[in-house]
């Protein structure tokens, strides 16, 4: 009996500590090194994506575009010679023609406003990005966590049942038990066995997923997680609009889409006007030396006998308008979705109060009631197994919240086009700076 009382008493202080202390410190590194922090994983996956790379060199290939943009069209230089000439009296004759074009007023800066608005899209398609990379980076990082802290509180678990299946088999042995005891205990051990595999499995999953982020292979060793974060206030719902209106990169991108189609629009206007090519030359086929030196200049006859350019104009405005109602539809709905995270947000932290202030409480005392009434004789064993398996699932689900925490927090920050850190200059949402700021789990 000591043995047995011995046994539950450890489980019941184990596994509620289990719930609150971070996986670091239950768990060793993947490769031997320290514990991966967040803020560190982020900066590493920043420093080595893929795909943030590839789009860093897409938008230095939109900047360097914007010089050939605005640049004037090559020169051009023309040469032509009168074959039966040759051996005559005045020898070879020949022309020379060298010629510029000059496109209207105000053509080459709509199209170098046009390429800077491009680039200045491509910029902002890889500060969307990385906001994509940043939220993912702190998912994987929260399922990393959550899956590390998990296996520990089953493999403690599994442990400590396996004592007290010895102490069951040893009570059944001297016939002060009963063989259900024994079956229900390893019936337990059983299928806290199956989930450790599938954590095992699902550990790999994430491993492989967190690799893929900083362009490594699949099996690359990862160390184990540190504690995340606390939660903090959230700031109302009218800043985080604001936030998201006046910093988003989506919008951002869409609004300089709306600036390239309006310079496409000014072009379409200023293809009414015709552009100029001037020439000069020397013609040696001219009998009067006067004459032979020449220059002149050329236009094209902006006709709209085909309506192309009215269709042209036509097209720019409609284009122009089709990206100034998705800019609309885009805030319409990126609003919502930051509403709805922010609710989500909200939601988990009620539920996370609710574990730490009653259901993790709850549990550990009707464990203790159940090892009370075990021990006086009134109560079985299998109410004992029974009360120690819902603690067991209330930590697990309490560690699942932490998770769920990080992974809306960051689709929060997806949606608010910033990191929630960055909000009060640097302050976070309690008001705390990095001397008071709130420790971790």
Known sequence: MNKILRVFFALTIAFPLSGVVSAASTQTPVDGTESLHLDAFVSEVLAHNASLK??????????????????????????????????????????????????????????????????????????????????????????????????????????????????????????????????????????????????????????????????????????????????TKIPGLPELQRSALDQHPELHRLRQNIAAAESQLGLAKKDYFPDFKFSGGYNSLWDDPDKRWWLGVTINIPFDISNKRDASKNAAKAELMRQQWALSDRESYLLAELAQARARLEEISGILAIYNDRLVPLARQSVNAALADYRSGKGRFLSLIDAQRKQLRTDDSRLRTQANYLRELSALERYTGNQLADFEHGKNFAGATPDNAPNQW
């Open 54 to 231: 590839a789009l860093t060199h897409a938008v230095e290939a939109a900047r360097e575009r914007i010089a050939a943009a605005g640049a004037l069209p090559d020169p051009s230089l023309s040469y032509a010679g009168a074959p039966d000439t040759a051996g005559g009296r005045r020898g070879f004759q020949d022309r020379v023609e060298i010629s510029q074009v000059l496109p209207w007023p105000g053509k080459l800066d709509l199209q170098s406003e046009k390429a800077s608005a491009a680039a200045n899209a491509s910029e902002q398609s890889l500060q969307d990005q990385r906001l994509q990379t940043i939220a993912a980076a702190k998912q994987l990082y929260a399922e990393w966590s959550y899956v590390h802290a998990s296996l520990a509180l089953k493999h403690q678990h599994r442990d400590l049942l396996q004592d007290v299946i010895q102490v069951a088999e040893a009570r059944y042995s001297a016939g002060k038990a009963l063989q259900q005891d024994v079956l229900q205990a390893q019936v337990e051990a059983a299928s806290i066995d199956t989930e450790i595999m599938s954590h095992r499995r699902r550990i790999s999953e994430v491993q492989a997923l967190i690799n893929a982020l900083l362009n490594k292979a699949p099996d690359s060793p990862l160390a184990a997680p540190a504690a995340l974060p606390l939660p």
